[in-house]
Nanobody
Framework: QVQLVESGGGLVQAGGSLRVSCTAS????????MGWFRQAPGKEREFLVA?????????YYADSVKGRFTISRDNAKNTVYLQMNSLKPEDTAVYYC????????????????WGQGTQVTVSS
């Protein structure tokens, strides 16, 4: 089993930056692809970005965050990061990380493990 814990959420003004982290325990996730999703009130959980298992050699971004968000991973720390820049009020949501064995994926059902989420609020 893999347990994921997100941290680093908070309140930030529009145009600001925030970095959220996802730390895994239970087993090393170096062989797992990792993804970030978010869910705003009343909306479906939305895919944001994924990173491959092989040291993060490959990434894939949703159009909504491309150029503003950056995913990275530190396998030695069993941690994945999401750096968010140029934040907008519409980025307000609970942010979730997820893990799956093997290749990257963009659909919720393809991920096996989920964190509890961290709230990000962007004020205008």
């Amino acid at each position: 089993q893999v347990q994921l814990v997100e941290s680093g959420g908070g309140l930030v003004q529009a145009g600001g930056s925030l970095r959220v982290s996802c730390t895994a325990s239970g087993r090393t996730v170096s062989s797992y692809a990792m993804g970030w999703f978010r869910q705003a009130p009343g909306k479906e959980r939305e895919f944001l970005v994924a990173i491959s298992w092989n040291g993060g050699a490959t990434t894939y971004y949703a159009d909504s965050v491309k150029g503003r968000f950056t995913i990275s991973r530190d396998n030695a720390k069993n941690t994945v990061y999401l750096q968010m820049n140029s934040l907008k009020p519409e980025d307000t949501a609970v942010y979730y990380c997820a893990a799956r064995w093997g290749r990257m994926a963009t659909e919720r059902y393809e991920y096996d493990y989920w964190g509890q989420g961290t709230q990000v609020t962007v004020s205008s």
